[in-house]
C-alpha cells in the first residue's frame, strides 16, 4: 500500500491540502466526523478544502488505501430525534508505515519567548513518503536522523541533551510504551506488601494439633 500511496501522492498538483489533512486526523486521534472535518478544514475553519466534495474523495482515497478506517453509524438527527440518518466518521490508522512520521510534514519555529507555531515545509508529501519509505532497522540514516531531532528538540526548548531523554522518557511513559521507575518500584513494593501480610496471617493463625498428638493426650489422660 505504500507505494501505491507513493504514486498518489505524486499526482498531487498542491500538496498542502493532503497534507493538512493528515496531520489534522493524526491531531484528532480518534475518530471524527465528517461534517466536524468539513467545519475545521473548509472555508469556515479557514482550511485549504474550498469544497466539501474535493475532500470527500481525498478522504475516499484515503481509505481504500487504508490509510484512514471509516465507520458510519445511525445517530439521532439534531433537528428532530425521531428521525435519524448516517453519519460518516473517519480515524487515522496508527498501523499504517506513514502514521509514525506525519508531524514530520512541519516545520516548528519560536514566535515569542515561550511561543512555537508550526507550518508545512516544502514538499511535504515526498518528505513523508521519503522517511516512511526508509523506515527499516537496518538503514543508517535512521540513527542520525533520531540525533537530529533530538538536538532540535533541544533547540527548540533551549534545554540540554539530558533534558531532551527526560522528556522523551516522560512522553513514552505517558503512553504506556515503558514503565518508568517510579511505576516498578510501586508494583514491587505492593508486591512485598502482599507477600508481607500473608505471612503475618500465617503467623498470627493458631495451629491445630494433628490427630495423632490428640490421641496420645487422651491416652495419658
Known sequence: MLDEFVRYTALQRDQAPLASLLIYLRRKGGYVQLNQIWR???????????????????????????????????????????????????????????????????????????????????????RLCLLA???SSSD???????????????EV??????EVKRMIKERMESRGMIKGRKRVKESLVADERGVGERGAASAKKPLSPSPKR???KELAD
Open 157 to 162: 526548548f533551549s534545554v540540554g541533551a539530558d
Open 214 to 216: 490428640k490421641k496420645i
Open 40 to 126: 475545521d478544514m473548509g472555508p469556515t475553519g479557514g482550511g485549504p478544502f474550498w469544497n466539501q466534495t474535493t475532500l470527500i474523495n481525498k478522504l475516499d482515497k484515503l481509505e481504500r488505501l487504508e490509510i484512514v478506517f471509516v465507520e458510519r453509524r445511525i445517530l439521532p438527527s439534531p433537528r428532530a430525534e425521531a428521525k435519524k440518518k448516517t453519519n460518516t466518521f473517519y480515524r487515522i490508522n496508527p498501523e499504517t508505515a506513514v502514521y509514525p512520521y506525519i508531524f514530520s510534514m512541519l516545520r516548528i519555529f519560536q514566535e515569542k519567548p515561550q511561543r512555537y507555531s508550526s507550518e508545512l515545509v516544502d514538499w511535504p508529501l515526498e
Open 140 to 154: 543508517p540514516m535512521l540513527g542520525r536522523e533520531l540525533d537530529a531531532a533530538m538536538e532540535l528538540i533541544g
Open 133 to 135: 519509505s526508509r523506515a
